[in-house]
């Protein structure tokens, strides 16, 4: 069996980026080091016929594209997993990594002759939502990484096409290296998919942050190996597919979200343009009951295009989870207590809850803008605003992301908030509890108040980040755990499960969920009996009759698993 060398991280053009990260992956992979590396078998298939489907995949991508042994153990696992049994319960066959449609293919027909499952990833960097673990045991990890072609950077019309392996750092390095106007969009981690984070409705902060919906134009793979593109992309020499999302009758690719209908190869997504000019503004409201006027003053702003990013909203708690542990504030088994939490917020100097948003466009748009919002939280009292504007340099038209201080709301991507899984111990670990609520202020600070007390009956604290939008707002409290902690990890579950419980009983419901909760999460959408799932299950069978792509993501099951336990997948 090969032996597996740790690799520090080299991705990140930000300092500190890259040493932060390898201080902690370190920690991952030196813990699961210890653990002997089990091989898992497939369903249905013996030592034997196993070692045909290897030879098989061998021939199709070479030896060195299958990983089996330790480096499979140590690579595919979820570093966030809460199970004291994860690899009885979901270890991995083995992973392949394809480089082109066609090696896709083959493998998708190597899975439906022998019927064994297969769980795609782009990048593997889902983490908090289960990483590059696969939901039945004995998969075999279809990992995209190296598929790693940036096809287009479009700064006339503003997009750009990729495969799925491209990582936001790639993207952007690319961007600046292409010195096109155009600014990347990325989440808090700069080394995952951009194509993964899309489908999985993942966020950036830019103008353009709701990537899911800046989609334009699909590639898929479909399980029986026939490849589609979607939208205007569907013409042979197509001009518009990345321009134009409707195409011609039904539009698919939304399809592909968060679903297990076919392996994405290619994405166009639009993306901002670089401004004239970037102001970053912060907004301190110093009461707990504050939240509920901010939240509907920002929406009206957002609503009004005053404010053209969507705002995040931390409390005094994800203020800690930033500066270092959480023992150093706080060393008790209880949640923070009400009044030692408003005696941090005047040690640190901080509101009870702090919104960071951004303005971009000319200094008098900006300007404009700026006093607009001042004005419109003027009713807020002890309120504190305020704003940094950045401009391009002489001679340049259009603001360089990189010529402002590190920013996520430039589209600068970056590794900083992995320090925030050391919370609760430096080995540490966290699930994201993401419901959508209505951009109301009385609907989030009354889900707060709910949310907060089942955090108190559990001992964990409500570690806000609160994503405002338009319409609706992303509820998200982090919730972090020690990973060496069996009681800690069981603990953080059973508050999940309350949460869940909770939110549907408001009438909410999550938009994402960790691989260990994606039935629970399903299963909240019940109207009409579970019309929307049994929609979705018709669909499945149909395009994919052997089940064999990713069974049970989101909760869609193949027709041959849903009979079954959930305690034997």
């Not at 700069?190 to 830019?206: E, F, I, K, P, Q």
């Not at 108040?449 to 955090?455: R, V």
């Not at 109207?527 to 069974?551: C, F, H, Q, V």
Request: hydrophobic letters at 35%; one cysteine or more.
């Amino acid at each position: 069996m090969a032996s597996y060398t740790f690799k520090p991280v080299i991705v990140s053009h930000n300092p500190g980026d890259n040493e932060a990260a390898t201080v902690i992956l370190k920690r991952w992979y030196d813990k699961a080091e210890l653990a002997h590396a089990i091989e898992y078998l497939p369903p249905g298939l013996t030592i034997h016929s196993w070692a045909t489907v290897l030879n098989k995949l061998k021939d199709v991508l070479g030896t060195g594209k299958v990983v089996v042994g330790k480096e499979l153990h140590i690579e595919y696992m979820d570093p966030f997993s809460m199970n004291a049994d994860e690899r009885e319960k979901r270890g991995s066959a083995c992973a392949v990594r394809p480089t082109t449609v066609e090696e896709i293919q083959k493998i998708v027909a190597i899975a439906n002759e022998y019927k064994i499952p297969l769980w795609t990833v782009s990048r593997g960097k889902n983490l908090g939502y289960g990483g590059p673990q696969a939901r039945v045991k004995g998969s075999i990890i279809v990992d995209l990484q190296n598929m790693n072609k940036i096809l287009d950077v479009n700064d006339k019309f503003s997009y750009y096409t990729v495969e799925p392996g491209v990582s936001f750092f790639e993207l952007f390095q690319e961007i600046q290296a292409q010195k096109k106007h155009i600014w990347c969009s990325a989440p808090a981690l700069g080394w995952g998919s951009v194509v993964g984070n899309a489908l999985d409705r993942g966020w950036g902060y830019t103008t353009h942050g709701d990537h899911s919906n800046q989609i334009c134009g699909i590639e898929v793979v479909l399980p029986d190996g026939t490849l589609v593109r979607t939208g205007m992309g569907a013409l042979d020499n197509s001009v518009c597919g990345p321009l134009f999302r409707g195409g011609y009758g039904p539009t698919y690719d939304s399809m592909f979200s968060q679903s297990n209908f076919g392996i994405v190869t290619k994405m166009s997504i639009w993306a901002c343009p670089a401004p004239e000019g970037f102001t970053r503004v912060v907004l301190s409201v110093p009461e707990e009951r504050d939240l509920a006027p901010m939240v509907d003053t920002l929406r009206e702003l957002l609503l009004r295009e005053k404010i053209q990013n969507h705002p995040v909203i931390g409390n005094v708690l994800r203020e800690i989870n930033k500066r270092g542990l959480r023992k150093d504030f706080w060393n008790e088994d209880t949640s923070i207590p009400y009044h030692r939490i408003k005696e941090i917020q005047k040690e640190l100097g901080l509101g009870f809850w702090d919104a960071t948003f951004a303005l971009y466009g000319p200094k008098e748009v900006m300007d404009y803008n700026l006093k607009q919002i001042q004005e419109a939280f003027k009713p807020i009292k002890g309120h504190s605003l305020t704003a940094a504007a950045h401009y391009p340099k002489p001679g340049q038209k259009y603001l360089n992301a990189l010529d402002v201080p590190y920013d996520l709301q430039t589209g600068n991507p970056g590794l900083r908030p992995i320090k925030s899984i050391e919370y609760r111990g430096l080995d540490g670990g966290h699930i994201s509890f993401s419901p959508v609520l209505p951009s109301d202020g009385k609907a989030a600070l009354d889900f707060y108040y709910t949310a907060q007390k089942l955090c108190q009956k559990h001992g964990y604290d409500f570690v806000a980040g609160l994503h405002m939008h338009l319409r609706h707002m992303t509820h998200i409290n982090m919730i972090h755990f020690d990973r060496n902690s069996q009681k800690d990890k069981d603990t953080a579950n059973a508050l999940f499960v309350d949460l869940v419980h909770a939110a549907r009983q408001a009438g909410y419901g999550e938009y994402r969920a960790h691989i260990e909760h994606m039935d629970l999460v399903a299963e909240q959408y019940d109207y009409g009996g579970g019309a929307l799932m049994r929609l979705n299950e018709r669909i499945k069978d149909t395009l994919d009759p052997n089940g064999i792509l990713s069974p049970g993501k989101q909760g869609i099951w193949p027709k041959h698993y849903r009979n079954k336990g959930k305690s034997q997948l």
